[in-house]
């Protein structure tokens, strides 16, 4: 059955780091952008980041550019979020999706709808 696995969340202090991942296990990732997306308590889910198939298209929202790094490596069949800078206001459920019509990040990738989704890993900032 084919689905995806986020791992790497927890508690950091305000300016720290986290790295996320986003395992796909049953099929394989080679063709198909990424997205991350996030939704903290009573607010709107948020696209955060988008890669491409061939990694030559990479999407930030505002909120976050400059700070997260999304990246793959399509061997290990993972997709990355390296979240540094960390700020109070980045909590949020951090869940990774994906969709077989996908390659690339359009410019509506984050309103898209997209087949497979993970269960998400919950990032905490809190001093």
């Known amino acids: 059955q084919e689905h995806l696995v986020e791992s790497g969340g927890g508690l950091v202090q305000p300016g720290g780091s986290l790295k996320l991942s986003c395992a796909a296990s049953?099929?394989?990732?080679?063709?198909?952008?990424i997205g991350w997306f996030r939704q903290a308590p009573g607010k709107e889910r948020e696209g955060v980041s988008c890669i491409s198939s061939t990694s030559s298209n990479t999407v930030y929202s505002d909120s976050v550019k400059g700070r997260f790094t999304i990246s793959r490596d399509n061997a290990k069949n993972t997709v990355y979020l390296e979240m540094d800078s960390l700020k109070p206001e980045d909590p949020a459920l951090y869940s990774c999706?994906?969709?077989?019509?996908?390659?690339?990040?359009?410019?509506?990738?984050?309103?898209?709808?997209?087949?497979?989704w993970g269960q998400g890993t919950q990032v905490t900032v809190s001093s």
């Open positions: 049953g099929f394989t990732l080679d063709n198909y952008a």
């Open positions: 999706a994906t969709d077989p019509t996908l390659e690339d990040c359009s410019r509506t990738w984050a309103r898209m709808n997209y087949n497979y």
